[in-house]
């Protein structure tokens, strides 16, 4: 429970306690030891984080007209397993993080065309990306569909079981001494020279030297935010299943799988535990119901791709709102005296987490990020 702001006096709080805000959270304790609060409401219903597929997938996600974002991307993958391996060891957990790549396969001719445009668009950018007949995407999975017409392998992509891993990043924090104040965030505002206060929703105020707002989609609700961070910042809308195999049934799946049928992107990705995480939606709404439209739509297309998913248990059916920006970018930055922003992480929060976190992290002991980060800051909105 919230402890009066004068009696806890922390270097640094953070605004949000999703993957972004905990990874922030615990990199500024472990590097700076600094004393790292974090503010958040509790409950994990409304974590994009805790919803998400856990894709760290540069190449695979990769589109035309997102080099830069794909550059900071190719950044945050080749970060992402030491960062990993030093969490696992903090926390004292495993988080499932799996380097088996990425297969994209299409389903029929005019999927095997746009297939084959974005070889080309991968290729003409120097990535990895293997082209492979029919026969080698099922000789390397078994269980796609007969009918798959080819496929595009990108040997680089990683995944992690995002449960696991924000389960893992919130030990590792606890151990590095970040502590957690439920609650909610009303106003970010300047309070002296030198100090930063946050106001919660029940007037409770907490001074800090440096406040980091991380509140994903929800930041532009936040009084003393700029105004452009505010307009930029909005949700969207992503409905999601998990499957479980039976016991009888051996994981049907080895590598994520990204299926294109008849012009619509689905994703398949397997968990060594046996889980099988379906998705996704992309809809600009701000609700979170879960809709049998989609749920038919996801279990149609990945059933096309991968006809023993209908022998799957149906596990789970989620919903999330992603921090989407107005340019599909992160927003990492600082943005006043004392307050930085990490938000507007869209599809990519996952994979972006450890980058972001040794980005702020940097930026707290009065460092630069890498270059790659220069075309994310606030400034850019303005
Ligand atoms: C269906 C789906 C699939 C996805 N798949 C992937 C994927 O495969 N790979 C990938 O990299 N990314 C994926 N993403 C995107 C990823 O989940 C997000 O980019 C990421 O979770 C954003 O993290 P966050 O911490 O900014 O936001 P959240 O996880 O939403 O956390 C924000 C936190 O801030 C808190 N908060 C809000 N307002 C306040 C306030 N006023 N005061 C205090 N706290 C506040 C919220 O309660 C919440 O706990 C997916 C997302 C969805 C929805």
């Not at 949000?16 to 409401?41: E, F, K, N, Q, Y």
């Not at 990993?84 to 903090?90: Q, S």
């Not at 299943?241 to 990204?258: A, D, E, K, W």
């Not at 799957?312 to 992603?322: F, K």
Request: with cysteine; aromatic share 4%; proline share 5%.
């Amino acid at each position: 429970m919230p402890a009066k702001g004068a009696q806890m006096n922390p270097d640094v709080v953070v605004v949000g306690g999703g993957v972004i805000g905990t990874a922030i959270a615990w990199r500024a304790a472990l590097r700076s030891r600094r004393r790292v609060t974090i503010i958040d409401p509790g409950g994990d219903a409304d974590k994009a984080s805790l919803v998400a597929a856990g894709m760290l997938g540069p190449v695979s996600e990769s589109v035309f007209g997102e080099e830069e974002l794909l550059a900071l991307n190719l950044l945050a993958v080749a970060r992402f397993p030491e960062f990993n391996r030093e969490l696992e060891t903090a926390a004292g957990t495993a988080t499932g993080l799996r380097t088996e790549g990425t297969l994209s396969v299409a389903y029929d001719s005019g999927d095997l065309a746009a297939l084959r445009r974005l070889a080309d668009f991968r290729h003409g950018i120097g990535l990895r990306a293997e082209v492979l007949a029919a026969r080698e995407c099922r000789r390397l999975e078994p269980f796609l569909a007969p009918n798959v017409s080819g496929g595009l392998l990108a040997p680089g992509d990683l995944s992690v079981d995002n449960r696991r891993y924000v389960r893992a990043l919130r030990e590792a924090a606890a151990n590095a001494g970040v502590e957690v104040i439920r609650g909610k965030v009303a106003t970010v505002s300047e309070h002296a020279p030198g100090e930063v206060a946050v106001t919660l929703t029940t007037g409770e105020l907490i001074t800090a030297t440096s406040v980091v707002v991380a509140a994903g989609w929800a930041t532009g609700a936040i009084d003393g935010v700029p105004e452009a961070i505010r307009k930029a910042v909005r949700p969207v809308k992503g409905q999601i299943l998990r499957l479980r195999h039976p016991g009888s049934l051996p994981p049907i799946l080895t590598r994520t799988i990204r299926a294109l049928v008849q012009g619509r992107d689905i994703y398949l990705v397997p968990r060594a535990d046996g889980e099988l995480v379906v998705g996704a939606t992309q809809e600009e709404r701000d609700d979170t119901d879960a809709t049998a439209g989609a749920v038919h739509d996801l279990l149609r297309d990945a059933q096309t791709a991968v006809p023993a998913v209908s022998e799957l248990i149906l596990a789970e059916i989620s919903v999330g709102l992603r921090p989407g920006s107005a340019d599909n970018g992160p927003i990492v930055g600082a943005v006043s005296d004392g307050v930085i922003v990490a938000t507007g992480h869209f599809r990519n929060g996952i994979l972006l987490s450890a980058a972001t976190a040794d980005a702020v992290a940097a930026l707290l002991s009065g460092g630069e990020p890498e270059r790659q980060w220069s075309a994310f800051t606030p400034g850019r909105l303005s």
